[in-house]
Each structure stands twice: as C-alpha cells, then as structure tokens.
C-alpha cells in the first residue's frame, strides 16, 4: 500500500514562529504536492515537486516556501506564520514523470492553528 | 482558473439507497479521480479512470469517465453508515499537463441508518 506520512497531526504555532512541516512518501514516487483545505474554498495547491530539488508554484505559494532535498521528502515551510494560514494542510505524492502525474495519494493531514 | 462542477453539494439518504454524484466541467481533461474524506482525515482514493468510456468498479462503487472527456459520475449502491462523508472528483487536464489536479467542491454524503 502507498503511504503518505506527515510529522504532525495537530500543530499550534504563534504569529511570527517559523514553521515546517514534513511529508514522507515510501513509494518512491516522483511528485510531490502540498495543499491547504478551508471551509467553503475546497483544495488549494500550495507548492508541488516533480523531481528532487525541483519545485513549481501552484495556485497559492505566497507565504510559503518548499524543500525536496531527497526524493522521499517535501517540507512546507511558513517563514513567518500569520493567522490567515491557519488551515488543515495535505500533502499528496504520485508517480510520474516529465511534469505527467498518476493518481494523487494524500496524507492523513496537519491541522495547523496559528494564534 | 478551470473549475470542476460538483453535484449535489449534499445528500442526505436512508440506509440501502443508492447514492449518485457528477462532476462536469468545460476543460477537456485525461484523467479523473474519486477521493474519500472523512471528518479530519486526509481524501482517500476510491477510483481512477484515464480512459474516455471507461467504467470501473470498486465493491459498491462505480465511477465512469465520460465520453466527451468533461464529465465523471460516482454511484454507491446500497449505502451503509460507514459511507458518510466528503466524496471528491479530480480531473487532471490534457492540455499543459503538469500533474496538477482541478477538484470539485465536494458532495456530502450523510447516510440515516
């Protein structure tokens, strides 16, 4: 079975504190995606991976920013945590390559309360 | 952006019903996907389809890619409790692919015992 992992279940973080998340994916998948899931705004993709040490914007990276430095790991980072990135983030790995992506396979999910 | 239309937003059955959902969109896409979420959970996937026509099967579910490669349905057959939750499409588009997923807004599913 494909197994997505990510190092925190529930995270709470002041405004300002630098934050990481991890995603570990053992399926020697090529892509690699973070989302942010809100209420009412469904599944926002943040950053994706087609490669090791490559890294693509999605649809809104603004606030973050992204490391892939082996194939098996994507972290999320907010470098100055602000209250409005309060949300539950997903991460997702899939097989591919050249940028083409399979299936999606997501994590169980980080809820991340900024205060 | 490209967007998915999902329906219906909820559902809300009697046990042993069958349950039906669809997204369409304008965008032509190549491959569609089904996913789960249940309450704090991350979406699981029930179902991928890469092939216009093509109907696959998973116990009680059914998913089906359309033939004008714009649309997918979802039907659950005999639902039980354990079906409530989030049921998601994704459709993967054809043109500029890069792996991105569009998805649906989602379907609620609550199942009455």
């Known amino acids: 079975d494909v197994k997505v992992t990510q190092s925190s279940r529930y995270l709470v973080k002041r405004t300002g504190e630098k934050v990481f998340l991890e995603c570990v994916q053992d399926m020697d998948h090529e892509n690699m995606f973070w989302y942010r899931q809100d209420p009412g705004l469904g599944l926002r993709l943040i950053y994706f991976?087609?490669?090791?040490?490559m890294k693509e914007k999605g649809d809104i990276p603004e606030g973050y920013s992204v490391s892939r430095e082996k194939k098996e790991r994507f972290s999320l980072i907010l470098e100055s945590a602000s209250t409005n990135q309060t949300s539950m983030y997903l991460c997702?790995?899939?097989w591919g390559s050249g940028g083409y992506s399979y299936e999606q396979y997501f994590g169980p999910g980080t809820r991340l309360t900024v205060t | 952006g490209q967007q998915l239309n999902q329906s219906p937003q909820s559902m809300f059955i009697q046990e042993g019903e069958d349950v039906s959902m669809n997204c369409t969109s304008s965008?032509?896409?190549?491959?569609w996907l089904w996913y789960k979420q249940d309450p704090g959970e991350g979406p699981v996937l029930l179902i991928a389809?890469?092939?216009?026509?093509e109907l696959t099967s998973n116990g009680r579910l059914t998913a089906q890619f359309g033939i004008t490669r714009k649309d997918s349905f979802l039907n659950i057959s005999a639902s039980i409790p354990s079906d409530v939750g989030i049921y998601f499409c994704a459709g993967q588009l054809s043109v500029g692919n890069t792996g991105k997923l569009i998805f649906g807004q989602g379907t609620t599913l609550q199942v009455k015992p």
């Open positions: 997702a790995s899939s």
């Open positions: 991976s087609y490669d090791v040490k």
């Open positions: 965008s032509i896409f190549n491959t």
């Open positions: 389809l890469y092939k216009a026509g």
